[in-house]
């Protein structure tokens, strides 16, 4: 299957861990010197719940290794969740 990174803004991304969905994706982080995609950035939540659209350090990155399977409808991705909150800090 090809894709086009623009086709990818309107796939939903799904945590497999709990099914939520955690939103489109916001940004594409990519390593240029290697040539390779580190990652997906989502708009991040906040303690509240709340989508976060104003504070870029609450943007969650997902690492390329954590995504699990692109579909034609979804991207899962496997993510540590910490009491029905995302942890930021997924390194």
Known sequence: MI????DL??????NANDGKRLGPIKDIELDLDKGIIKGIILP???GAGLLSIFSKNDDLI???DKIIRI???VILVDVA???GNIKNNLG
Do not use: F, H, M
């Open 3 to 6: 894709i086009k990174i623009s």
């Open 62 to 64: 997902v690492p390329w």
């Open 9 to 14: 803004r309107n796939l939903e991304i799904i």
């Open 71 to 73: 579909g034609i409808d």
């Open 81 to 83: 969740t910490q009491q």
């Open 44 to 46: 991040g939540i906040n």
